[in-house]
């Protein structure tokens, strides 16, 4: 069973910055692309950003872009997004989610529980 478990929101002010962190378990972790997607209180799902299974293509939604850096360890079966200058457009709730196979393909078939980031102006 494929367990992907988000950890590391919180309440910030705004310029701050956070680190996400989405553990995956019950999967080879290192043969699959990765997502992370968003949904703002009141609004629809956003896709953020994803990264192939080995780590070296990534792709970034215009709005974070040069704000937001994904990458992964797959030694650790371990998903990151790191996000700097942060603002109140950023407040959401933070999806991981698992790619269908190796490319950044964004056909997603399994997702975390979400961890809240809420960033205070």
């Known amino acids: 069973e494929v367990q992907l478990v988000e950890s590391g929101g919180g309440l910030v002010q705004a310029g701050d910055s956070l680190r996400l962190s989405c553990a995956a378990s019950?999967?080879?972790?290192?043969?699959?692309?990765m997502t992370w997607v968003r949904q703002a209180p009141g609004k629809g799902l956003e896709w953020v950003s994803d990264?192939?299974?080995?780590?070296?293509?990534?792709y970034y939604a215009d709005s974070v872009k040069g704000r937001f850096t994904i990458s992964r360890d797959n030694a650790e079966n371990t998903l990151y997004m790191e996000m700097n200058s942060l603002n109140a457009e950023d407040t959401a709730v933070y999806y991981c989610?698992?790619?269908?196979?190796?490319?950044?393909?964004?056909?997603?078939?399994?997702w975390g529980q979400g961890t809240l980031v809420t960033v205070s102006s």
């Open positions: 989610a698992k790619d269908l196979g190796w490319g950044n393909s964004r056909a997603l078939d399994a």
């Open positions: 990264i192939n299974s080995g780590g070296g293509r990534t």
């Open positions: 019950g999967i080879t972790f290192s043969s699959y692309a």
